[in-house]
């Protein structure tokens, strides 16, 4: 027999109780009498400062709880809980995998799908061939815009790339510019000063060095000058063909050798159109298979991911016989170490499916015994609702309610407001 006595506690000054041991002892009354206030203090009975929270107002003394013999465990009925995760709004409970489905024998074959995902994603171990190869193609990709429809649109670096004299085609009436154009160290920055110089060429005089001009052949070469050199357009053109150039030994040869004459002379625009429409498509292939591998690495897979695993897998390779500009040892070695790496995942996919089938039937046989359980334990007390657990992964699982009322068992919504 347990004798518990509760002092200056909420509306109690002095209470006592008696707990008989091996029997379910029952303590009921009508609601304000302290039956949850008695409750409270014999669970927070070795806590001195929460007890203290018990106590009453109409009472000077401490709030105090004395036990004989002390109880060794109390487990209470947590009301906080439910309020905050049961039976909100059509859901039974929230996280319903951690409660009925995250058991020892899941955790031990997750864990072994786990280690064996951490290693097929080694094939994001990008060499530095790989990371140098995918920021050059962003940064020229980057470089041009794409209309709604894909196109290449007409503005910025290929608006630059299609003006007729540049930087690396000078027009004979500018010959006499010939040496600032090719230094690579001023000639953006004296093209900027040159036009803004001009804006003072006023008198028959050079705005920069006084010297008498020939006013007719002054303003000819002012006027082309002015109609085909901007800082903005130069800049664009010197900063492509820089990048171009870095990409030279990933592209064939004689691609390489077209692709900068089309880009340093005076090109027909549709041809300039369509080799920058090829480059760009390529790029495109190369950066989404590069997409596709980090996805694939830094994502987690889950269950409901085993029917879609050949096609993610199918869009990591490069298609080598595709690419016409791109291609030589350096890229295609690239290539080869990607593709032998995804062609082992590949083969390994037949028993990534057989352990996700695996730890699907784990989760299956969970549910149906979840489900029994409690079902049986509903029908047996005559409560007329029954529990249906629908899980697909880790992240998405629901616990819904049924009536039992009707031939057609329904789901019950707004669960709180049928159940108490």
């Known amino acids: 027999m347990y004798h518990v006595e509760v002092k200056n506690c909420n509306s109690i000054l002095t209470g006592n109780i008696k707990v008989e041991e091996g029997k379910l002892n029952i303590k009921y009354g009508i609601n304000g009498t302290g039956k949850t206030t008695i409750a409270k203090a014999i669970e927070v009975a070795d806590n001195p400062e929460k007890l203290q929270e018990l106590k009453s107002y109409f009472a000077e003394d401490p709030a105090s709880v004395t036990m004989n013999p002390p ?14 995760v049961v039976f909100k709004e059509d859901e039974v409970i929230e996280n319903s995998f951690e409660v009925f489905l995250k058991t020892p024998t899941y955790d031990s074959k997750k864990e072994q799908l786990d280690q064996h995902l951490k290693s097929l994603h080694q094939i994001m171990e990008k060499d530095s061939e790989v990371i140098e190869l995918q920021e050059l ?9 794409r209309t709604a429809r894909g196109t290449l649109n007409r503005r910025g670096t290929m608006k630059s790339l ?29 093209i900027d000063w040159k036009n803004k110089g001009d804006t003072y060429d006023i008198e028959d005089r050079c705005p920069y ?21 901007t800082k903005t357009d130069s800049q664009n053109l010197k900063e492509l063909l820089d990048l171009l150039e870095s990409l030279e030994a990933y592209i064939k040869p004689d ?26 498509g390529e790029f495109d292939l190369i950066l989404s298979r590069f997409i596709a591998i980090e996805e694939f690495g830094n994502r987690k897979i889950v269950i409901n991911d085993i029917s879609k695993l050949d096609t993610q897998i199918a869009s990591m390779i490069f298609p080598q016989e595709l690419f016409h500009i ?29 352990e996700m089938g695996a730890l699907k039937g784990i989760m299956q046989a969970t549910i149906v015994q979840s489900q029994t359980d409690i079902n049986e334990f509903l029908k047996t007390a005559g409560i007329n609702y029954e529990l249906v657990i629908k899980t697909e992964d880790e992240s998405n699982s629901r616990t819904i309610l049924k009536q039992c009322f009707t031939e057609e068992k329904t789901d019950v919504t707004k669960i709180r407001q049928h159940l108490s």
């Not at 109880?71 to 905050?84: G, I, S």
């Not at 193609?137 to 815009?145: A, D, N, P, Q």
């Not at 008498?212 to 000819?220: M, Q």
């Not at 050798?257 to 429409?277: C, F, G, Q």
Request: glycine share 4%; aromatic share 12%; net charge neutral.
């Open 71 to 84: 109880f060794e465990k109390v487990l209470v009925f947590n009301e906080e809980f439910v309020d905050k």
């Open 137 to 145: 193609l962003e940064k020229i990709g980057g470089k041009f815009k």
């Open 162 to 190: 299609l003006t007729k004299q540049n930087l690396y085609n000078v027009p004979n009436e500018l010959e006499v510019y010939k040496d600032f154009f090719a230094n690579k160290d001023i000639n953006i920055q004296w």
């Open 209 to 229: 060095c006084s010297e008498k001009v020939n006013r007719i052949e002054h303003d000819k070469r002012k006027d082309i000058f002015q109609k085909n050199y």
């Open 255 to 280: 691609q390489y050798t077209t692709l900068i004459s089309y880009v340093k002379n005076d090109t027909p625009e549709d041809i300039i159109e369509k080799i920058m429409s090829d480059l760009l």
């Open 326 to 354: 791109f291609g030589g040892e350096k890229i295609e070695g690239v290539f080869e170490r990607i593709n032998n790496k995804v062609d082992k995942l590949q083969s390994e996919v037949a028993v990534l499916k057989k």
